[in-house]
């Protein structure tokens, strides 16, 4: 399956942005998803990852409460709706489609990543 991430771009301190994740060649409607995110000269962390029928969510504590993952299967697409955004959400966004149907926070359980879109905050 190759993922496809869109919607980064620069937004100011509190404002909004909707990630999207599109999958092509084959759907991922049985796999979990997450999102993770690099900042400049740190480590890829995770964001928030969705199980396959979207029936159970996850999220960093950094972003709990601002950040809402959602999915559309009909459409092989998953959301990241990011609200409330501050400078440190500064990093490239990354989706990743889980080896099954229920996805855990550690990357190595991913085995498709897409290959990022850049969200900007500023202060």
Known sequence: ??????????????????????A????FSNNAVGWFRQAPGKEREF??????NGG???YADSV???FTISRDNAKNTVYLQMNSLKPEDTAIYYCAAG???????????????GQGTLVTVSS
């Not at 092509?24 to 759907?27: A, E, H, L, M, V």
């Not at 229920?102 to 190595?108: E, L, V």
């Open 64 to 66: 709990k409460g601002r």
């Open 47 to 52: 964001v928030a990852t969705i199980s396959w």
């Open 1 to 22: 399956v190759q993922l496809q991430a869109s919607g980064g771009g620069l937004v100011q301190a509190g404002g909004s942005l909707r990630l999207s994740c599109a």
């Open 56 to 58: 159970s969510t996850s």
């Open 99 to 113: 080896r099954g149907p229920y996805g855990p926070r550690t990357q190595n359980q991913y085995n498709y990543w």
């Open 24 to 27: 092509s060649r084959r759907t």
